[in-house]
Structure formats: C-alpha cells, structure tokens
C-alpha cells in the first residue's frame, strides 16, 4: 500500500544529543514537509522540500536539520541546539494541489 | 491577529445533534482551503477541501465565505465516531506549497 512511514514511533533523547526522525514515501510525491505538533497549538512548519536536493525553512527551523538526496526520503535530524525538542514529530507529502498526507509520527521526548 | 483562528472548544454534543464550526483567516488572498480531522494522539488527515461554491460530503458541509473570511464546517447527525479535533488549514497566497494550520477544535459527541 502507498503511503508514508516515519520512525521511530518514540523516541527518547539524553540533553545533549543530536536524534536523527525518518520519513519516507512511495506515493511518488514531490513535496515533503516536517511539522511539529505541541499540545494545544497548531502544527508548525519545520523544514519543506519541493525538489529532490532543494528544501527551505519553515516557520521553526532553529535547532533542526533536514536532507533529500532522494524523492522517497526526507529524514529530520534534531540537534542538540534545539532548545525544546520534545515534540510530537509529523512527516508529510503533497501533490501540487497541496492535500498533505501525513505520517503516523515521532514522539519525541528529552530525558 | 493570529493567520488562522478557531474556537478550541470543547463542543459537547449528543448523538445525532446537527453542529457547526467556523474558522477565520486573516490573508484576504489566501487561495486554498481545508477541512482536516486528528484523532487523540494521531496524525491529522484530510476531512475534505473547501471550495468557492460549497461543498458536501455525506453528513458534512463545508463552505468559504470571502467576504468575511472564514470557513465552515457543518456536522449533521452527529456519531460518536465523530469525536476528534477538527482542524482548519488555510494556504496562504505566495507561499508555494506551505499551509497554515489552526489549533483545532475539539468535538465530544456522547450518548
């Protein structure tokens, strides 16, 4: 079945440490995106790729890295300079008419 | 004035109630429009896209008023599978690709 698979679902991090979250498609989409959820707000805009060795920051982009060497993956690494990382983590894609489909998730929590 | 605003909620419904929730915008230029649902601890996925004219989809009516900015979404007949958060998402004119999502707002329906 197509879709899109993120892991770890959960995810426990030291201070200090740099985790890397993994995304990948086979829905042949070209635009991907990373959101953050926190309770009671809206998903926020981490990083989002167009094209395969192109991405652009989003709305949060300090503290967090992103690549896309290939259109099926568009891995999340959260480094250590991420001042509060612990986070609800989505992965999506989109067709250019913008419908997102989304991941399951990472949680990610810093112990 | 927050880009995309919605009431949090909770609505508490019963079974069967018909319910309404409105979501405003504030980019007079924003050109697509969307209904998402997210279940407790889920991913957010697409409930239905908002078009000029109106839209229907079984027991749910989406609409887009202009003039005023906003957009509805109108549950009839309410079933407890219904019970999520209901969340708006608005793509801003000029920002290719990238979505602004609401808070979200929470819908009870009980027996």
């Known amino acids: 079945d197509g879709g899109i698979t993120q892991s770890p679902k959960y995810l426990f991090r030291k201070e200090g440490q740099n985790v890397t979250l993994s995304c990948e498609q086979n829905?042949?989409?070209?635009?991907m995106y990373w959101y953050r959820q926190d309770p009671g707000q809206g998903l926020r805009l981490i990083y989002y790729?167009?094209?395969?060795?192109?991405?652009q920051k989003g709305d949060i982009a300090e503290g967090y890295s992103v690549s896309r060497e290939k259109k099926e993956s568009f891995p999340l690494t959260v480094t250590s300079a991420q001042k509060n990382p612990t986070a609800f983590y989505l992965c999506?894609?989109?067709?250019?008419?913008?419908?997102?489909?989304f991941g399951e998730g990472s949680r990610l929590t810093v112990l | 004035r927050k880009e995309v605003e919605q009431d949090p909620g909770p609505f508490n419904v019963p079974e069967g109630a018909t319910v309404a929730f409105n979501c405003t915008y504030s980019?007079?230029?924003?050109?697509?429009f969307f209904w998402y649902r997210q279940d407790c601890r889920k991913e957010p996925k697409l409930l239905m896209s908002?078009?000029?004219s109106g839209n229907e989809d079984g027991r749910f009516t989406a609409q887009l008023n202009r003039a005023s900015q906003y957009i509805s979404l109108l549950i009839r007949d309410s079933k407890l599978s219904d019970s999520a958060t209901y969340l708006c998402?608005?793509?801003?004119?000029?920002?290719?690709?990238?979505?602004?999502f609401g808070t979200g707002t929470r819908l009870q329906v009980t027996l």
């Open positions: 998402v608005v793509n801003m004119a000029g920002t290719a690709s990238k979505l602004t």
């Open positions: 980019n007079s230029a924003s050109q697509s």
């Open positions: 790729s167009q094209i395969v060795n192109d991405f």
């Open positions: 908002v078009y000029s």
């Open positions: 829905l042949n989409h070209d635009a």
């Open positions: 999506a894609s989109s067709m250019k008419t913008g419908e997102l489909f």
